[in-house]
């Protein structure tokens, strides 16, 4: 079985920082694309940003320049450095992750989403 678990999110004034992370356990060979997406009640879930294997980055326009994604391969684990947060980051926060499990099918590759994290922002 594959977890994957968020933390790190709370409570913050305007212009304050948070660090959330994504920690991926269990029976995983690799893990691909990690991401993080947000999601404000009565609407989509939106990317935030994303990070590759190989540390390849991309970023929602609204966070660029703000936010830092990062991951650790070794601990299967991914960052989102969020700083000069705004009422508008507001949101459920999660973790998306491209995971690649050994089976008795062979490799097989699926995502998987962890529960999500509240994040506010008072203003």
């Known amino acids: 079985q594959v977890q994957v678990v968020e933390s790190g999110g709370g409570l913050v004034q305007n212009g304050g920082s948070l660090r959330l992370s994504c920690a991926a356990s269990?029976?995983?060979?690799?893990?691909?694309?990690m991401g993080w997406y947000r999601q404000i009640p009565g609407t989509e879930r939106e990317l935030v940003a994303a990070?590759?294997?190989?540390?390849?980055?991309v970023y929602s326009d609204s966070v660029k320049g703000r936010f830092t994604i990062s991951r650790d391969n070794a601990k299967n684990t991914m960052y989102l450095q969020m700083n000069t947060l705004k009422p508008e980051d507001t949101a459920v926060y999660y973790c998306?992750?491209?995971?690649?499990?050994?089976?008795?099918?062979?490799?097989?590759?699926?995502?998987?989403w962890g529960q999500g994290t509240q994040v506010t922002v008072s203003s």
């Open positions: 998306k992750a491209d995971i690649i499990v050994e089976s008795e099918l062979g490799q097989v590759l699926s995502a998987y």
């Open positions: 269990g029976n995983i060979f690799s893990i691909n694309t």
């Open positions: 990070i590759r294997r190989e540390g390849v980055t």
